[in-house]
């Protein structure tokens, strides 16, 4: 599989990377019930397809994504053969809700759990999940306590998720900010205006998720099957699935299928070839329940989209 270098000090990933929030099971924003052993099963198909890096989070599952990747990558040798990305920011009360929290405190407490419920001396990278919006702590000391992470030897390299130019370049006073984690995908691409030309300008690599937007772009997804998601699956209240929004995405799904049929592609690798293509991306996030599902998608790593193509999916965009 192709790699690329994450930014200026980080190392070289494949252009695919496996992305564990389906698989941490029913919580309050999760996609309902996972089979673990199908999940170890997709992950280890990853792997063995030349994918290196897992990206996952503590509140994904309230930690059980973290302990399903630690079991998957058991046989590897993490840090080596494959990297563990995960996250900070995002915790949880006894009762599911779900809420921010970057203190200093915090991280180093979240960053201690997490490395137990992994089984890993070190995270090999770090990402705020999401700007701290409700304790006021200013991002600087946020950032600065993930430093010391990395001078404890806790953790190699240092990124963000979902931070605007404003934020990153506050961090990228104190320590250089070794990844972006933006959403990406035909449906949502405001990154492509700011903050991925702000990585590629200051060598930061840029890690883009939901490139098949939560499986709007898979081709599979309908208002039938909607109808028929558990209870607990977060895309039965997303905004993105609600109407009028869903007949819009739809019709651009179409529109979009047709383009794959005629490059003999499947819609999932063409989704995920076009976020790959987008210039400054080091590499695409993908998920998958199983190992069929996998295989649906490791074609796009290898298809490359000329100008032709890439100015008629902005077409059927507008």
Same mark, same amino acid.
């Not at 040798?77 to 990305?85: A, K, L, M």
């Not at 960053?111 to 990402?127: H, M, P, T």
């Given at each position: 599989m192709r790699s690329a270098p994450l930014g200026s000090n980080g190392p070289d990933l494949s252009v695919l990377g496996f992305g564990t929030w389906a698989v941490g099971g029913p919580w309050r924003y999760g996609w309902g019930e996972a089979d673990d052993d199908a999940s170890i099963a997709a992950i280890r198909r990853a792997v063995e397809a030349g994918v290196n890096w897992f990206d996952t989070a503590p509140v994904y599952g309230l930690g059980h994504a973290e302990e399903v990747v630690r079991r998957a990558l058991a046989p590897y040798?993490?840090?080596?053969? %494959?990297?563990?990305?995960t996250k900070c920011g995002r915790r949880w009360r006894d009762n599911g809700d779900v809420y921010t929290d970057l203190r200093p405190d915090a991280i180093r407490e979240e960053?201690?759990?997490?490395?137990?419920?992994?089984? %890993?001396?070190?995270?090999?990278?770090?990402?705020f999940h999401w700007p701290d919006v409700m304790t006021g702590t200013p991002v600087e000391e946020s950032w600065r306590a993930m430093v010391e992470l990395v001078d404890a030897g806790k953790v190699r390299w240092l990124g963000v998720a979902n931070f605007d130019v404003s934020l990153l370049e506050r961090c990228e006073h104190i320590r250089h900010v070794d990844s972006l984690q933006p959403p990406l995908s035909l449906l949502s691409r405001y990154a492509r205006s700011e903050t991925i030309p702000w990585s590629l300008d200051h060598g930061t690599g840029v890690i883009t998720y939901s490139p098949m937007a939560s499986g709007l772009l898979t081709g599979s997804f309908s208002r039938g099957r909607l109808d028929g998601l558990p209870v607990d699956d977060f895309r039965r209240s997303a905004a993105p699935f609600q109407e009028p929004k869903l007949s819009q995405n739809l019709a651009l799904v179409d529109r979009v299928r047709t383009v794959a049929g005629r490059l003999g592609t499947t819609l999932p690798e063409l989704a995920v070839a076009w976020a790959l293509a987008v210039p400054g991306v080091t590499g695409a996030i993908v998920g998958a329940r199983d190992a069929e599902q996998v295989d649906g998608w490791l074609g796009a790593a290898d298809l490359a989209l000329d100008d032709g193509v890439l100015a008629e999916l902005e077409q059927a965009i507008d």
């Open positions: 040798r993490v840090g080596e053969d %494959v990297f563990v990305f960053c201690d759990a997490s490395l137990r419920r992994l089984g %890993v001396d070190r995270i090999d990278l770090y990402q």
